[in-house]
């Protein structure tokens, strides 16, 4: 049968206040009456349209109430509004069977929410129910401390974000007190006790120290936890290698990091530098691991300045088009590098006055200055140009031998007198060449591209003078 509320070919049952069939779904689908304006069961109409119970038939006389509340409906069981409110107070009563103070916030919020079938459904769950009882009855602390005290997992970060909404509970930084936990929890299953001495002070009183000077009183990231994250598992990762040597980080050599550095044990070979660069300057190693300068941008690149760099490329004819081509796709289009050399001509084509750039299933108009450098000229060997080359037979994957020659049958037309070549020499034959794996042209010309962004980058920002030359010119200026 078709459902007369929502349109689908469903089971269905005959309602009695519209005498017209409806499904299973649409008698627990709640929205918010068209008539008048409340949430609630629907009971008519359309889903466009939804109507309430009153509203799809306001004789009262045809309805039945709840027996505590009164609402309107089809049966004398108690509706689910005070169902909720009695499993609230089961679970949130103290012995005295009176809501707490400290929990009457998060009582009259979750009474009052506009869907309680799934605040019920909730509450019903045992994780958060045995939770709720305790607080209730005091035997655990309502405090963020109580709830750290729990196994991590997403139930209960979901009631900790509920207490904190319904103010029961004060905000924090959840990132940071996860990252806190998280280092705790790692530092005690490391067994040596001088790593793990070691390992406490690089990761809380160094880089702990050093996030909360920079967010000055700001949430933390999840970008930046995940990267102190990298930089803790970077130095356990290097001390156990070291440990595998039967060396200490106070005794050990520079052979001994570099025979690391090119093992397959090592990974998070860059943020091990820092440990190492940090554990130098504390005196405690006398390994050296230079470091890497980055010019690329510092920070996210915001709205106002992603335009202007669009429209520099955009109207900047003294650059390369290919970087402005290359430069805009990023920009406006979010492209990578590694996308971006693998378009070739194919995949752009015009018609009539119009660029069309083919990035995924349909094809993108390009607007009339980002096309001009497209049809500008027509490179050869950068993005947009590289020629696709078509895939090999599975005979064919490595380059075959030559195939002889057959003999001639009819006889050549020659002179008599043509000097005849030994029989034992060979012929001077080409080497064959070596197999080329098919991405290795495209890799070459991400890697060029990559360069020529980061050149684009260090050009739009401002020259940075060093800390020293400050210095030495307010010394000067004050002479």
Not at 185 to 199: F, Y
Not at 217 to 240: E, G
Not at 244 to 267: E, F, G, I, Y
Request: with cysteine; charged share 25%.
């Amino acid at each position: 049968m078709t459902c007369s509320i929502c349109g689908r070919t469903a089971p269905c049952e005959i309602s009695q206040a519209t005498s017209r069939p409806w499904c299973k779904a649409c008698q627990k689908r709640r929205a918010r009456c068209a008539g008048c304006g409340r949430v609630g069961l629907i009971r008519g109409g359309t889903l466009t349209t939804p109507l309430c119970a009153t509203c799809t038939r306001p004789d009262l006389s045809f309805w039945r109430g709840c027996p505590a509340c009164g609402q309107h409906q089809l049966s004398t069981r108690s509706c689910t509004r005070c169902n909720l409110r009695q499993r609230l107070a089961a679970l949130l009563a103290d012995g005295d069977g009176d809501v707490r103070a400290e929990l009457r916030g998060l009582h009259n919020n979750l009474a009052d929410s506009e869907r309680p079938n799934l605040v019920l459904a909730w509450l019903n769950k045992t994780a958060i129910a045995s939770v709720l009882r305790e607080f209730g009855t005091g035997q655990r602390v309502l405090s963020h401390a109580g709830l750290d005290e729990l196994a991590p997992s997403k139930p209960i970060e979901h009631l900790r974000a509920i207490l904190v909404a319904t103010s029961t509970l004060p905000s924090r930084d959840e990132h940071l007190a996860r990252l806190e936990r998280w280092i705790a929890r790692t530092l005690a299953e490391h067994g040596d006790p001088g790593q793990r001495q070691l390992l406490h002070r690089y990761a809380v009183w160094h880089l702990l120290r050093r996030l909360r000077q920079r967010n000055n009183n700001t949430h933390a990231t999840h970008a930046q936890v995940v990267t102190m994250q990298r930089h803790v598992k970077a130095a356990i990762a290097l001390l156990d290698g070291l440990a595998t040597r039967s060396r200490a980080l106070a005794d050990a050599r520079q052979a001994d990091l570099d025979a690391w550095l090119t093992s397959d044990q090592a990974c998070h070979r860059r943020e091990a530098g820092h440990f190492v660069r940090w554990a130098n300057r504390q005196n405690l190693t006398s390994l050296e691991f230079p470091a890497t300068r980055w010019h690329g941008p510092t920070r996210t690149i915001d709205t106002e300045t992603r335009w202007a760099h669009a429209r520099w490329l955009l109207h900047d004819h003294t650059l390369n088009p290919v970087d402005r081509v290359a430069g805009l796709l990023v920009l406006l289009y979010a492209q990578t590098p590694a996308a971006i050399s693998r378009l070739t001509l194919e995949h752009a084509g015009s018609t009539g006055h119009q660029v069309h750039l083919r990035l995924g299933c349909e094809p993108v108009t390009l607007p009339e200055p980002a096309s001009r450098p497209r049809r500008a000229r027509r490179p050869k060997n950068l993005p947009l140009a590289v020629p696709r080359r078509p895939p090999r037979p599975a005979d064919q994957r490595l380059p075959a031998r030559r195939t002889p020659t057959p003999a001639r049958t009819a006889p050549r037309a020659e002179p008599h007198h043509r000097t005849v070549r030994p029989r034992h020499r060979t012929s001077r034959r080409r080497p064959r060449p070596a197999a080329r794996h098919p991405h290795q042209g495209r890799c070459r010309v991400a890697t060029r591209l990559r360069r020529r962004l980061d050149h684009l980058r260090r050009q739009l920002q401002p020259p940075q003078t060093s800390p020293r030359r400050r210095r030495q010119t307010g010394t000067s200026a004050h002479r």
